[in-house]
């Protein structure tokens, strides 16, 4: 690797893992930074699902995907 190169970094997420939210889901009322739960990691790490409960419905499922280069992005939500 050259030094122009940076290095690719991955956060490795597992099942229970708390989780803040990379950018804000005004559909689902979660604000960036909103913690929630990682419900199930899936596509060799590269996808989360994350729950975001609340103590009164709706609570909010995430789908969050990890690029190679580590940065994270919605991809879809549902409310649950």
């Known amino acids: 690797m ?9 956060t490795a997420y597992a099942a229970y893992d708390t989780y803040s939210l ?11 930074g909103a913690v929630g739960l990682v419900d199930t990691v899936y596509d060799e790490g ?5 729950d975001f409960s609340s103590p009164t419905p709706p609570s909010a499922l995430v789908d ?8 994270e992005r919605v991809l879809s939500y549902s409310l649950v």
């Not at 969050?64 to 940065?71: C, K, M, S």
Request: aromatic share 0%; charged share 25%.
């Open 2 to 10: 050259s030094s122009m190169e940076k290095p690719q970094t991955m």
């Open 22 to 32: 990379p950018a804000a889901v005004p559909g689902a009322g979660l604000e960036k």
């Open 46 to 50: 590269r996808k989360l699902l994350v």
């Open 64 to 71: 969050i995907e990890i690029l190679e280069d580590g940065t």
